[in-house]
Structures are given as structure tokens and as C-alpha cells.
């Protein structure tokens, strides 16, 4: 999902005169590491999707708690809270509003019989929609986005940019700092 992001960030980073000096170290990697493979084990057992969903979940939580330290992390954090709770208080599947997968080119059958290990249908009995997958994102690879996506974009983004030597912190920015931050680099 988010390779088109990563690959944007890359370039901007690049323009911005970013290398990659040094992958920065992680706390609780091996964890983040089982997150990724029970979100595949999803895609390949549908019918245990709900729960492998849920569990990797809680394994980005541990794994983002652990290096909470770091500004881009806490933004993968806002997002994966948003979507976590949107998820959970849906029965372990994010709901999508179903006109707007229609304009992807994804067949929505599988959304709508119940399959789609991951989705289920935006309609009434969702709990708490505006949290859901409500928004079209046409550019750079149409898809339907939630808020907690936002977040996870701008964390990938600033991620990107702190591993190629150019780090980003909104923080900074918001304080007028950015001068700063270019001096100490």
C-alpha cells in the first residue's frame, strides 16, 4: 500500500540532497517483523483474517511504543490508533465505502460477499465511519483512504527523509526552527 509513498519520499529526499548513511536501528524489530507476516497470513486465510488482523495490530503497537522516541514513529502511531480502533470496534475488518471502491480497479465482490480478508461494506451498522476508509485518493495509485492512513503517509514520508540524512521535524517547523535544523546537519 504504501510503496508509492516510500518511492515519492525517496525522490524528495534525493532532490533534497538526502543519502542513505546509516538504516536507523529499531527496538523490537523481529516484532514489527511478525506484524508484516500475519498481515499476509490474512490475505492467504481469509476466514482467519479477523484475528491474524487484529494480533498484527498489536504487534505494531508494541513495536511503535518501543520507539515512540522518534517524531515519525509517533505519527505511524496516531495512525495506526485511528485504524486499530476502527478496525477493532468493526470485528477485526475496516470498512470501505463501497462506492468509492468501485472506482478502483479491484473487483468489490469480494468486499461485498464477505471475503476480503481485510474489508467489509461502509454502511449503517459501522461503528464509528469517519474513521473508515472514506476518502478517494486518485494520485499516485488510486485508493480509498482513512484518516489513520493520512497519519501512517506522513510518518512513512518523515521516516523516509530521517533514513537518507534529511529528518524532518514538524515540530521545528511549527516553531520556526527550520534553520536550525538545517545548521546542525
Not at 521516516?159 to 514538524?170: D, E, F, N
Amino acid at each position: 500500500m504504501l510503496l508509492d509513498i516510500i518511492f515519492i519520499s525517496f525522490v524528495v529526499a534525493l532532490i533534497r540532497g538526502g543519502r542513505i548513511k546509516e538504516l536507523p536501528k529499531f527496538n523490537k524489530f523481529s516484532v514489527f517483523g511478525i506484524a508484516v507476516f500475519l498481515q499476509i497470513l490474512s490475505a492467504l486465510m481469509p476466514t482467519w483474517g479477523r484475528i491474524f488482523v487484529s494480533v498484527a495490530y498489536l504487534c505494531l503497537l508494541i513495536f511503535f511504543y518501543s520507539n515512540r522516541e522518534h517524531e515519525d514513529i509517533r505519527f505511524f502511531m496516531i495512525g495506526w490508533f485511528f485504524n486499530a480502533i476502527a478496525i477493532w470496534s468493526n470485528f477485526g475488518k475496516m470498512p470501505i465505502d463501497l462506492e468509492l471502491a468501485k472506482k478502483l480497479k479491484y473487483s468489490v465482490d469480494p468486499i461485498v460477499n464477505g471475503t476480503d480478508f481485510k474489508h467489509s461494506v461502509l454502511d449503517n451498522s459501522t461503528n464509528l465511519p469517519f474513521l473508515t476508509d472514506i476518502m478517494f485518493m486518485p494520485f499516485p495509485i488510486a485508493r480509498v483512504i482513512s484518516i489513520g492512513d493520512i497519519f501512517i503517509m506522513i510518518g512513512a514520508f518523515l521516516l523516509v527523509q530521517r533514513v537518507m540524512g534529511k529528518p524532518i521535524s514538524l515540530i521545528r517547523l511549527r516553531e520556526g526552527k527550520i534553520h536550525e535544523t538545517n545548521q546542525e546537519l
